[in-house]
């Protein structure tokens, strides 16, 4: 392990990387990205063999201790955060107090920082190992009544509580599509298709989002809060947000027709602000793994649940089309996570605007592995320069004479 505080401070010399396409910004042992091959592993373990064997328990487990749990560290694991998923009762004001309409990734952020009032324990700077530990079961344990519950009261529907019983998934989608006198029977199509979309999502690196929870952690903030900048930063249309922009984008699609052809015109079209959203990554040259697997889900959930659904031809089309083409060629845009992801959701029954909250809620224990390595790493806090491009000397006029 290197001694970061022994590493030479090169005062005066100052790297311009806007957007930091070629900086690194810490050592990680936690994901590995080759964006030239399309390979990304967990701890070491290929995402294929993950989502295709594993729960988002286990990967939840693997991200944030290291390694996979044995099967008594999984169960122990599963009982500390099922006694963990109630949230105060007081914080149930709060979703009373947003708009039935407001975006649920504004709700999220604001809720997962408000943990911070109602668990203080967090706030202390210099928290035990195990103090840490339980502040981010807390955290992981509490996130899916959250989100669910986002979604009930945005449809005017009564809240439903946890289930302990259930397992973190299946748990999941009952207090989103439950009914308060009884259980609905979870098929267990919908359960695996969410494990494998929450496990895709659980972690990629440096990437915006990770790298802002990491900044923000780096001044000792506490973990809901370094988690709520983070969701912050994924809710943009370049990030998470993409997932949400994709379906509207397909939507706008179907009603102009169909046409594909036209919107790859527009898509390639310099003096038109369209993108073609889910296509294109800062670091994969080549396919974005996730959507391999994703897009293969795609097909059999939505056959299995017996779902015809035309954007999923009209994506496979602008795909097709855009992997012949130089444009997309020369600048090796393929489709990312967010292209085919949506489509599933959609099919599982969320609504658009949900769709970046689950990736929110697949992305919470890549942050918490981020945060915390950052803590263990002892790395200093996070403070770029920048190099001045303003006025050097003005001569104060007052407000009269100006
Ligand atoms: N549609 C059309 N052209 C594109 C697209 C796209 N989706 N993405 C990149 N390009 C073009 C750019 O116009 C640029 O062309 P130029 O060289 O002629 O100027 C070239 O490809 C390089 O693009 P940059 O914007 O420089 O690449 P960058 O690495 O900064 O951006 C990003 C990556 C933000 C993902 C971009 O590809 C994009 O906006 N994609 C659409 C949004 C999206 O799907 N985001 C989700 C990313 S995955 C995630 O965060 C989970």
Redesign the pocket.
Known sequence: AIDISKLRDLTGHITLDF?Y?NTGSTKSAITFLDGEEGILKYRGYSIEELAEKSTFLEVSYLLIYGNLPTQTELDNFQTLISRHTLIHEDMKKFFDGYPSKSHPMGQLSALVCSLSAFYPESLVAEQTKEEQELTMIKLLAKMPTIVSWIYKKSLGHPLIYPRNNFDYVTNFLNMTFGQRTEDVTIDPVVVSAMNTLLIL?AD?EQ??SASTVRMVGSSDCNLFASISAGISA?WG???????Q??IEMLELIKADGGDTEKWINK??D?NDP??????????YKNF?PRAKIIKKACDDVLEKLGINDPILSIAKRLEEAALSDP??IE?K?YP????YSGIIYRALGFPTDMFTVL?ALGRLPGWIAQWKEMHENKEPIGRPRQIYTGHTNRKYVDVNGR
């Open positions: 957007g396409k999502h990629h990437n915006c994924l249309p370049l990030h998470g947000g993409a997932n922009a994709v898509a390639k310099k369209f993108r073609m959203m889910g296509f294109g990554h800062r670091v974005d444009y997309f600048r845009l990312n996570v967010d292209f990736f």
